[in-house]
């Protein structure tokens, strides 16, 4: 088997209904399904280079050397479906802030699988690299597609149909999206410590994982109408019942600052005098404020004026990963 130099692409993305519990820790399957839109201006782009002379994978990222960790374990399946056994170079380069709640583990492992995948002579379907990056992390299987994409939690116990699938591509419904930057440090608890706590110790936890089938139900056919009312509504809904998930954990995981709530009311004045916004907040301080088409500019002043807020960025909705150089 030849193995060649590869570098893939992959956008970040952003949950409307969110990811937050598992059913499986070490297949990483999650407790109920997502639907998400991938990003076209935050990016990973990662380079996978196969070198024998290296006894161990090395993980370089944003020019800073990192245990390979997760990086390998998810280029160990990657080899044992190639019958390799060669050790990679992995330099990774997000042009967005790191840990911040901006799913860079997203981006991340979706391009790393797509590049290792084209590195090591494997022709893989997009299901099936969705299934490899959620074994990086669950909100990477949705990276894998653009546009609105939506996450099966699946059934099988081997986590087969724990895969994203599109819903419609980005140009579709070519909504943009306002991220208010409130904070540019690493959050203190990482989403994985943050959603295991939740699960172990939140009375609210049962009734989050109950309700997100009926919250995706409803996202998927605002989506297929293009209704940004009903979309709004139960993207926000989803957003504070996460976070109110979180609140009620032990001790409680608060994820948002006060600019955070500033840029919340803003969105919600802005929609109440006929702006087309709505808000959604991840595990960190981070406002994503998702617009009709035009509106983004408008909505990005607005943020930008609020106490607190460091920066703000427009962007769209962008494609799947992608190999953008290879063999
Ligand atoms: C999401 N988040 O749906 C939710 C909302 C954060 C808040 O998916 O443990 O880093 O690696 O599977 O994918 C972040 O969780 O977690 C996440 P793991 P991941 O976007």
Redesign the pocket.
């Known amino acids: 088997m030849s193995v060649q130099q590869a570098t893939a692409r992959a956008g970040a ?3 409307l209904v ?3 519990g ?1 059913r499986d820790q070490q297949l ?1 399957l ?1 407790a109920a399904g ?1 639907i ?1 839109i991938t990003l076209a201006g935050l990016e990973t782009r990662t380079t996978v280079t196969p070198d024998p002379s290296l006894d161990a994978d090395c993980f370089v990222l944003d020019d800073a050397e990192q245990p390979a960790g997760r990086v390998g374990a998810v280029l160990d399946l990657l080899r044992e479906m190639a019958g390799e056994a060669t050790s990679c170079r992995v330099e990774s380069v997000n042009n967005f802030p790191t840990g911040a709640g901006l ?1 860079s ?2 981006s991340g492992f979706a391009a790393l699988v797509t590049a290792a995948s084209q590195a090591l002579g494997l022709e893989l379907s997009e299901a099936k690299r969705s299934e490899l990056a ?1 074994r ?5 299987a949705r990276s894998i597609f653009g546009g609105f994409v939506e996450m099966d939690a699946g059934q099988r116990d081997d986590g087969s149909d724990a895969v994203a699938h599109p819903l419609l591509v980005a140009e579709d419904w070519p909504l943009e999206v306002v991220v208010a930057v409130t904070d540019c440090g690493s959050k203190a608890v990482g ?2 410590d943050g ?1 295991n706590h939740t699960m172990r110790t939140s009375p609210y936890y049962p009734a989050w994982v109950e309700t997100v089938a009926g919250d995706l139900d409803l996202a998927r056919r605002a989506i297929e109408a293009r209704n940004f009312e009903v979309l709004a509504e139960v993207s926000e809904h989803s957003a504070l019942k ?1 976070h109110a998930s979180m609140l009620a954990a032990r001790p409680g995981l608060v994820y948002w600052n006060p600019a955070t709530l500033a840029c919340i009311h803003a969105v919600r004045d802005l929609r109440a005098a006929g702006t087309g916004v709505f808000f959604t907040v ?2 960190g301080p981070q406002v994503k404020a998702v617009c009709l088409p035009g509106e983004g500019e408008r909505v990005a002043q607005a943020l930008g004026k609020q106490k607190g807020v460091a920066k703000v960025m427009v962007t769209g909705l962008g494609p799947g990963a992608l190999v953008v150089t290879g063999p």
């Open positions: 993305n952003i949950a969110k990811y937050w598992k990483n999650p997502s998400s799913a583990s997203a959620r990086g992390s669950g909100s990477a989403s994985r959603m996460m991840d595990a």
